[in-house]
């Protein structure tokens, strides 16, 4: 039976409904239909545990375990933890979820690349092709960003390029029009190319691709050095690759109460890489928010909180991509903002928040952006924790939503850059070492997650959430948004919007 009483009358003799400890759960079964306390930030994130952050952990870790120890887009360990998000917001009925599901060409690719002298540690890159290669190497012009920089000599052989200015596919696409066996890309700073990179697309217009790896910068000089000298050097390229059409699904999960023209949305990527389980990349912001997802239904708030759990990411935001690009205008501009969280228990962490503002980048994001990211500092700063500034760099799913002028931010605490000195004294850990040495690797397990500040990663996201759930503040404009098409930039490249080339926008002031 359901006892119905006014609101106000139940409010007046149960003073204890207005405590969010009360559990909602009892009330239900009592059969009286509750008044949730208004959201409240500090409730909210009293009721984030490490302990339960770990337990999700723990299952994705075990989920990747069904598939060749990852979570890649549309494997086992992948589905198993869409399905794992979907059932866990289900049973709360609290919100409307539903699966985005599409097909998407899933590679890997596995190369190695020698010369007569030497045996190099070589990237593979995501939807290069397989192949065995002896043939010369041979300059290529300037970047091999043009048909032009390629010389005839090209043909047949391996086209050696210089990193930098486009993207990886279109090089390498341009090596194949240009008749090259192989390609060899050399890095423009000393580094590798760590654990690789990705061509973004399956194919493109401008040519072939053909078998192609990284090599260092040094390394990559050293061989121009030779070649300048007038020395034939023939590499040898072996590349393996294997690519299937994969289906796979976004989780979206909207709060059935609270403002729907007026939706503040939070996402996370639910994949990983191919080269490891990515419990930090990105379990860790997918399980932060889902988290804050399971603590809302305590709550009653003004305007509507909306989750999305990207899949392919590590593909070139893919997933994120999709979502937004099928919103109508309508559904875009009920989106008041959008809330990133990729890599929030980095081992060698530091607090990097989105910079919003433009002030260390120069190019602000949306208008409200900027109020964004004062949320997030002003939540740092009161705590004593010290902060440095992420460029939106276009390396995760933040961008879709920037793209179509919705106001972004977000955390994170680094991938492959590497900490400064007085990134040390501020955050601990080593100076001159990458703040996720795991990053796409193996290793990124549960013993990857710098535990502490990920829990206090996920209260400041749910300090974001409770903030903008309670009221949207005039920082964030509400005003009908400019068309898509009139907004639409083209400025940004497939190498720089890929997940791989992340981190060149992490910058410590
Ligand atoms: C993963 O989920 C997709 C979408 O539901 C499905 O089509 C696909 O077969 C699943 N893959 C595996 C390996 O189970
Ligand atoms: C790449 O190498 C790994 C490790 O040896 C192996 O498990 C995987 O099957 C290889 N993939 C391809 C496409 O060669
Ligand atoms: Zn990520």
Same mark, same amino acid.
Not at 225 to 237: P, S
């Given at each position: 039976m359901k006892v119905l009483l006014p609101l106000i009358a139940l409010a007046l003799s149960f003073p204890a409904f207005a405590d969010p400890d009360v559990d909602i759960v009892d009330i239900e079964a009592a059969g009286v239909r509750p008044l949730r306390p208004l959201v409240d930030s500090e409730r909210l994130q009293a009721s984030i545990s490490k302990n339960k952050l770990l337990g999700h952990a723990e299952k994705l870790l075990e989920f990747s375990k069904l598939s060749n120890n990852n979570r890649a887009f549309g494997s086992k360990g992948h589905n198993a933890t869409v399905a794992y998000i979907k059932e866990l917001l289900d049973a709360t009925g609290f919100y409307d979820t539903h699966l985005e599901t599409f097909v998407w060409p899933y590679s890997e690719s596995n190369v190695s690349f020698s010369t007569e002298a030497k045996t190099y540690s070589t990237a593979p890159f995501t939807y290069g092709p397989g192949g065995d290669i002896e043939a010369p190497l041979v300059k290529v012009n300037n970047v091999g960003?043009?048909?032009?920089?390629?010389?005839?000599?090209?043909?047949?052989?391996?086209?050696?390029?210089?990193? =930098?200015?486009?993207?990886?596919? /279109?090089?390498? $696409?341009? %090596?194949?029009?240009?008749?090259?066996? @192989?390609? &060899?890309?050399?890095?423009?700073?000393?580094?590798?190319?760590?654990?690789?990179?990705?061509?973004?697309?399956?194919?493109?217009?401008?040519?072939?691709?053909?078998?192609?790896?990284?090599?260092? =910068?040094?390394?990559g000089?050293? /061989?121009m050095? $030779?070649? %300048?000298?007038?020395?034939?050097?023939? @590499?040898? &390229?072996h590349a393996t690759t294997f690519s299937e059409e994969r289906y796979s699904s976004n989780v979206i999960a909207t709060t059935k109460q609270g403002d729907k023209g007026n939706i503040i949305f939070a996402g996370a990527h639910s994949d990983s890489v191919p080269a490891g389980p990515g419990i930090n990349d990105d379990g860790s912001g997918t399980i932060s928010i889902l988290e804050v997802a399971l603590n809302l239904p305590r709550?009653?708030?003004?305007?509507?909180?909306?989750?999305?759990?990207?899949?392919?990411?590590?593909?070139?935001?893919?997933?994120?991509?999709?979502?937004?690009?099928?919103?109508?205008?309508?559904?875009r501009q009920k989106i008041a903002l959008y809330l990133n969280f990729d890599m929030l228990a980095s081992p060698n962490s530091g607090y990097f928040v989105l910079d919003g503002d433009g002030s260390a980048s120069g190019s602000p994001a949306p208008a409200g952006s900027d109020h964004i990211e004062n949320v997030f500092l002003d939540w740092y700063e009161k705590r004593g924790l010290k902060t440095g500034q992420a460029a939106f760099s276009g390396s995760s799913d933040y961008d879709a939503f920037l793209n179509v002028g919705i106001p972004v931010g977000g955390v994170n605490t680094g991938a492959s850059g590497v900490k400064t000195v007085e990134g040390a004294e501020w955050w601990g850990g080593e100076?001159?070492?990458?703040?996720?040495?795991?990053?796409?690797?193996?290793?990124?397990?549960?013993?990857?997650?710098?535990?502490?500040?990920?829990?206090?990663?996920?209260?400041a996201a749910a300090h974001a959430i409770a903030t903008y759930a309670k009221e949207l503040p005039v920082g964030i404009p509400r005003e009908r948004r400019a068309s898509v098409a009139s907004l639409l930039h083209d400025s940004m490249t497939y190498e720089e919007r890929s997940h791989h080339a992340c981190d060149h926008g992490v910058v410590t002031h």
């Open positions: 960003c043009t048909l032009e920089d390629f010389p005839q000599e090209v043909a047949g052989n391996v086209a050696l390029i210089l990193r =930098g200015e486009c993207e990886f596919g /279109l090089k390498v $696409a341009y %090596a194949g029009a240009a008749g090259a066996a @192989g390609a &060899i890309l050399y890095n423009n700073v000393n580094e590798g190319f760590g654990s690789g990179g990705t061509l973004a697309q399956p194919s493109r217009p401008e040519g072939p691709y053909v078998p192609v790896g990284g090599i260092s =910068g040094l390394e000089k050293a /061989l050095a $030779a070649l %300048a000298e007038g020395q034939e050097v023939v @590499g040898k &390229i709550y009653r708030f003004k305007n509507a909180v909306r989750f999305g759990w990207w899949t392919a990411e590590e593909f070139g935001l893919v997933g994120s991509e999709y979502h937004v690009e099928r919103l109508t205008d309508e559904q100076a001159g070492v990458a703040y996720d040495v795991c990053y796409h690797a193996i290793c990124d397990t549960v013993d990857n997650l710098r535990v502490p500040i990920w829990e206090h990663n996920t209260k």
